[in-house]
């Protein structure tokens, strides 16, 4: 039973264009939704996050939308840059006995084309 | 900006060898964590601890065990390694238990059990 699900393993982008990068939950008790980006042989690195009260947050190049009546939440890169070509991971964060506990996707490796 | 080391990068080891995951934080952070990640696949939580004595199993099943003597070091020991526990291991801390935080990564350890 996934609860959070990246349904495209993989996503070809020319540079200086828009990524956009796709993300379902299952569950309606996830408080914060977040996006981590990796690159090989490193770990993830945080990217951006929202609330689950909030529909929108941006931080420069990168903007995250969130539609709780379809728990579904997406990533925007505009303009897209080679150096974004990583893996991004979709996570849902809820407060399980006491403690803040991660779900992550499977992951979706964005590929720019120069 | 925690920073989150984690050693070796890469082992390879024969079955049956006990072996010791390392992980140590230097930002004093009180949660930490270990995810196991197989490639294309979602993070999965294995184990994760409050504090210094504290230590909990996380929602994938694993035969590894942890231990937290001290805040800063979380290392993750298998007693009798076999094949099946190819994969990569990551490390991770925070520093609140219960509000939104994003985890910090460390880079890693990709284990190879020939």
């Known amino acids: 039973d996934q609860q959070v699900k990246q349904n495209s393993p993989s996503l070809s982008v020319q540079e200086g264009r828009i990524s956009i990068l796709n993300c379902d939950y299952t569950?309606?008790?996830?408080?914060?939704f977040l996006w981590y980006k990796k690159y090989p042989a490193e770990g993830p690195t945080f990217l951006i996050s929202i609330s689950s009260i909030k529909d929108k947050n941006e931080d420069g190049r990168f903007t995250v939308f969130l539609n709780k009546s379809a728990k579904h939440l997406s990533l925007h890169i505009v303009p897209s840059q080679p150096g974004d070509s990583a893996v991004y991971f979709c996570?849902?964060?809820?407060?399980?006995?006491?403690?803040?506990?991660?779900?992550f996707g499977q992951g979706t490796r964005l590929t720019i084309n120069p | 900006e925690a920073d989150i080391y984690q050693t070796p990068r890469y082992l390879v080891i024969g079955t049956g060898k006990k072996i010791t995951l390392e992980c140590s934080q230097t930002?004093?952070?009180?949660?930490m964590y270990w995810y196991q990640q197989d490639p294309g696949m979602e993070l999965h939580l294995i184990h994760y601890s409050y504090g210094v004595n504290s230590t909990e199993k996380g929602d994938l099943s694993s035969e590894s065990t942890v231990s937290r003597i001290r805040t800063e070091h979380f290392p993750l020991t298998l007693e009798s390694a076999r094949p099946s526990h190819t994969s990569q291991y990551l490390c991770?801390?925070?520093?609140?238990?219960?509000?939104?935080?994003?985890?910090?990564f460390g880079n890693g350890t990709r284990l190879t059990v020939t």
């Open positions: 991770a801390s925070s520093e609140s238990r219960t509000a939104f935080e994003a985890l910090h």
């Open positions: 996570a849902a964060s809820l407060i399980f006995q006491g403690a803040q506990k991660l779900v």
């Open positions: 930002m004093g952070h009180d949660k």
């Open positions: 569950n309606s008790m996830f408080d914060y």
